[in-house]
């Protein structure tokens, strides 16, 4: 029944574990999000009351640490919008953000455009005539970039309720400031812009007075068209304002007005600019050829990358005299890899109690020929199944590769569920035949066929989080092939994966040779029940890792009540009503008191070090420009693509890249130690992860200046990185 009853679990994880990348649930709503870098408030701003036809204002204030900053709707050099999205009752819609004049806050040869102190970003509501509520409920979703030398994306979730009737004017003030920075829309008159080969030529005319022979600020509001920390010129001939800035040399647009804000100079420290002039201007004459989009990572880093692209996708040394392999060889692969599969602590309780089995059905050969072949089945068209929705996905522009399931803190706390479950089942704890209905028990029994097909099927599921871990490097080439035969791998090792049990089915000799029914199957199955509580334990620890401390004791408690909600409905009586009915309170309190602490991503610090047992060496988290800037440096680079929820760069982490005398070579070749982390889910990842022809972890690779990329095996080993390390 076990087998059965799990089957139909499956059919909901599948794409639970495909489609949870968008359904990761934020925290409980409030009115206030602080962290150590800035405090996020929703406000609201209606004095004349919220009913149709009257200003309606909201706003997201945000107060910064000292040296903290966020960033305009054009975010300059670098950085990112904040994103506002709303939720508004039908009847009640809400507008763009009025943005403040913003800062120049030049950083070396770069400079952004932001906010620092206090800053309201305000929004009007519009409420159509029809609108009869009493109140309005506003629910926010907001994102904001929040830096200073380092930079830190933070988010929340808001709500607020507005009454229709009276007034709400208690942050008055604050939005009268915002209001009041908020630049004046000129009419363009004869002020215009126009490019030439490699500066933007600006003219602006009727600019106040009181701004005449005065230092302006310029802030043009596309993206990417100008060099925002590059030197420019500007010039006052009459009361006319000229100014010189230089063109972007990755320019990718050429509009045919161009809207921009210029301001007064403004201190640091005080919120927004000082009060500018918004125009826009018509541009004039014709745009140079556009540069075409950047690469994902820097030309530095790219250069390198397109020159060892095809060698690296051949080998993994590097050597531009590799063969590639052969699709034959992928299959092979494929087909050893579903095989050790079924080694795993996640697959192998389930395969072994099925084979087990067998001794008590010995002489019915058609029938154990026909389970198997249905098991294997199962196997098979579940891993293609998942493989197509993952090939389709990435056609769709999803940055995933392999093992992308378990970035999600959902699909990951779904699958301890699932396995704890299995786990007790397996422990005696409770029987599915008692819990169920006698109609849905008896299926097993009179479709046995069915029953293994299903077996088949949660065989898949519960391999997932083993598949990834040792097979990503060789799935993450399979999505590089052309479809027919990326599907044709997954089917191969859906069928590597099903292979023992199709043999022991087809082969009379296998089910001779198990030892006979007897009370040692009770007591073998009990003990299969460790392996899946190892299991579930290492999914609570790769939560922890996710959605951090909270998270993972959240998990642990909303498992326990599951724990006691399966016993109690195994009961008899009034003892089954009551306790499972407290068991169903309490899963479902804990679901709204504790759940959202699993499914909440913790705040990263980037640009962190983590010691290592060697003086002066540590790891450094990863990103294209430090990459970039460490090759510019001239020094070589070892990067580890790593994630939690990867058994093997677990192991490598505490066993080669822990020893001592790997890490005295590092020291010695100057080899800059970088970590990128695919834990959660990570487009820069999944891109550098791409230019190396791989879709999964681990990857290890060693970039060195002006020389191919050298990747190294999954499977790390101490001779093998100071053999790399010798040749730099």
């Known amino acids: 029944m076990l087998r059965h009853a799990l089957g139909a679990a499956l059919l909901a994880l599948l794409p639970l574990s495909l489609l949870a990348q968008g359904l990761l649930s934020a925290a409980p709503?409030?009115?206030?999000?602080?962290?150590?870098?800035a405090r996020a408030e929703l406000l609201a701003h209606?004095?004349?009351?919220?009913?149709?036809?009257?200003?309606?204002w909201v706003g997201l204030q945000i107060t910064h640490a000292p040296e903290w900053h966020t960033y305009w709707k054009n975010s300059g050099d670098s950085g990112l919008p904040t994103e506002l999205r709303w939720t508004l009752p039908p009847g009640v819609s809400a507008g763009e953000i009025a943005w403040p004049t913003p800062r120049k806050f030049p950083?070396?040869?770069?400079?952004?455009?932001?906010?620092?102190?206090?800053?309201?970003?305000?929004?009007?509501l519009t409420v159509d005539p029809g609108f009869s509520g009493r109140h309005i409920d506003v629910q926010l979703d907001a994102s904001w970039l929040v830096c200073r030398k380092e930079c830190i994306p933070e988010e929340g979730r808001f709500a607020l309720r507005i009454p229709v009737q009276g007034s709400t004017a208690l942050h008055g003030t604050a939005f009268d400031a915002s209001f009041k920075a908020a630049p004046t829309h000129q009419a363009a008159l004869d002020s215009h812009v126009e490019p030439a080969q490699d500066v933007l030529k600006v003219s602006l005319a009727g600019l106040p007075k009181v701004w005449r022979g005065q230092t302006l600020e310029f802030f043009p509001e596309p993206p990417g068209v100008i060099e925002p920390g590059a030197a420019w010129k500007q010039t006052w001939v009459g009361d006319r304002w000229n100014a010189e800035v230089p063109l972007s040399p990755h320019r990718s647009e050429s509009p045919a007005r161009f809207a921009l804000v210029v301001a007064r100079a403004a201190p640091a420290g005080h919120g927004p600019g000082s009060t500018g002039v918004r125009i826009d201007a018509p541009v004039q004459g014709t745009w140079p050829a556009a540069a075409p989009l950047p690469a994902a990572v820097p030309d530095a880093l790219q250069a390198a990358l397109a020159e060892n692209a095809a060698s690296a996708a051949a080998s993994r040394t590097g050597d531009s005299g590799a063969t590639p392999l052969t699709l034959g060889a992928i299959l092979l692969g494929a087909l050893l890899g579903g095989l050790i599969l079924n080694l795993m602590p996640c697959v192998f309780p389930v395969l072994a109690i099925k084979v087990t089995a067998f001794a008590k059905h010995v002489d019915d050969r058609r029938g154990l020929r026909a389970n198997g072949v249905a098991y294997a089945v199962g196997v098979v068209l579940s891993f293609v199944?998942?493989?197509?929705?993952?090939?389709?996905?990435?056609?769709?522009?999803?940055?995933?590769?392999?093992?992308?399931?378990?970035?999600?803190p959902v699909v990951v706390a779904a699958l301890a569920a699932l396995f704890t479950l299995i786990g007790l089942n397996l422990a005696g704890l409770f029987e599915f035949g008692r819990i169920l209905p006698s109609r849905v028990a008896s299926l097993q029994a009179g479709n046995p066929t069915v029953d293994a097909f299903l077996t088949g099927m949660l065989a898949t599921a519960i391999a997932s989080p083993c598949t990834a871990p040792f097979m990503g490097a060789s799935l993450g080439l399979a999505v590089g092939l052309p479809t027919p035969q990326a599907l044709a791998v997954f089917a191969v090792l859906g069928l590597g994966m099903a292979l023992p049990y199709l043999v022991a089915s087809w082969v009379p000799a296998v089910a001779r040779a198990l030892p006979r029914p007897g009370p040692w199957m009770e007591v073998f199955r009990r003990f299969m029940a460790f392996p899946m509580f190892a299991t579930v334990v290492w999914l609570v620890w790769v939560l922890g890792q996710q959605s951090g401390i909270d998270g993972?004791?959240?998990?642990?408690?909303?498992?326990?009540?599951?724990?006691?909600?399966?016993?109690?409905?195994?009961?008899r009586g009034r003892s089954r009503q009551v306790l499972a009915g407290l068991s169903v309170v309490g899963l479902l309190w804990l679901g709204w008191a504790v759940g959202p602490n699993v499914t909440r991503l913790q705040a990263t610090v980037p640009g962190?070090?983590?010691?290592?047992?060697?003086?002066?060496?540590?790891?450094?988290?990863?990103?294209?420009?430090?990459?970039?800037?460490?090759?510019?440096?001239?020094?070589?680079?070892?990067?580890?693509?790593?994630?939690?929820?990867?058994v093997t760069c677990q192991y490598n982490k505490r066993t080669t890249l822990a020893d001592e005398s790997v890490l005295r070579h590092f020291a010695a070749k100057n080899v800059a130690l970088l970590r990128a982390d695919w834990t959660r889910r990570?487009?820069?990842?999944?891109?550098?992860l791409a230019q190396l022809s791989r879709n999964g972890v681990p990857v290890y690779a060693i970039y060195t200046p002006a020389q191919p990329i050298r990747l190294l095996s999954e499977v790390l080993t101490v001779d093998e990185v100071l053999d790399a390390l010798t040749g730099l």
């Not at 709503?29 to 870098?37: E, I, K, L, N, R």
């Not at 950083?107 to 009007?124: K, S």
């Not at 990570?682 to 550098?688: H, I, L, N, R, S």
């Open 682 to 688: 990570d487009p820069a990842v999944t891109a550098a």
């Open 552 to 571: 993972a004791a959240a998990l642990l408690m909303l498992l326990l009540v599951l724990a006691l909600l399966v016993w109690s409905l195994g009961l």
């Open 385 to 408: 199944a998942l493989g197509a929705l993952l090939l389709a996905l990435r056609a769709a522009g999803e940055q995933l590769g392999w093992g992308f399931q378990l970035q999600s």
């Open 608 to 646: 962190q070090t983590l010691a290592t047992a060697v003086e002066g060496v540590s790891w450094q988290a990863w990103s294209p420009q430090a990459q970039a800037d460490l090759l510019a440096q001239g020094r070589p680079v070892f990067v580890d693509f790593t994630a939690a929820w990867c």
């Open 29 to 37: 709503a409030g009115t206030v999000v602080q962290s150590d870098q």
């Open 107 to 124: 950083i070396g040869n770069l400079a952004n455009y932001g906010y620092d102190g206090t800053v309201v970003l305000p929004v009007l």
């Open 46 to 56: 209606a004095p004349e009351g919220a009913g149709p036809g009257q200003p309606v």
